[in-house]
């Protein structure tokens, strides 16, 4: 079982940056492929960005170039930094545990409970 913990999500302005991150319980995170999607209101959940173990990196079109997937393997943490926002970036940021890249949600097994980002026009 892997419990993942998301932070730093806020209210901000078109144009502005925003951090968020993604705490993960257990003891072999470096193992981990891990993915940010995001849900907006009555929409389905989508894929944002993806960072393989090996630290290779995917990203949808609609945030290629102004967002950036790391990871911290001796903090167990993700993080997604987001710039450049625009109010269609308003959702809820779930990170995600998997163990290859998917831009599905289907492969992955363990899922955080979600941070709010809005951004106002």
């Known amino acids: 079982q892997v419990q993942l913990v998301e932070s730093g999500g806020g209210l901000v302005q078109t144009g502005d940056s925003l951090r968020v991150s993604c705490v993960a319980s257990g003891r072999t995170f470096s193992s981990y492929a891990l993915g940010w999607f995001r849900q907006a209101p009555g929409k389905e959940r989508e894929f944002v960005a993806h960072?393989?173990?090996?630290?290779?990196?995917y990203y949808a079109d609609s945030v290629k170039g102004r967002f950036a997937i790391s990871r911290d393997n001796a903090k167990n943490t993700v993080y997604l930094q987001m710039n450049s926002l625009k109010p269609e970036d308003t959702a809820v940021y779930y990170c995600?545990?998997?163990?290859?890249?998917?831009?599905?949600?289907?492969?992955?097994?363990?899922w955080g409970q979600g941070a709010q980002v809005t951004v106002s026009s």
């Open positions: 960072i393989a173990k090996n630290g290779n990196t």
């Open positions: 995600a545990v998997g163990y290859y890249y998917s831009s599905n949600p289907g492969p992955y097994d363990y």
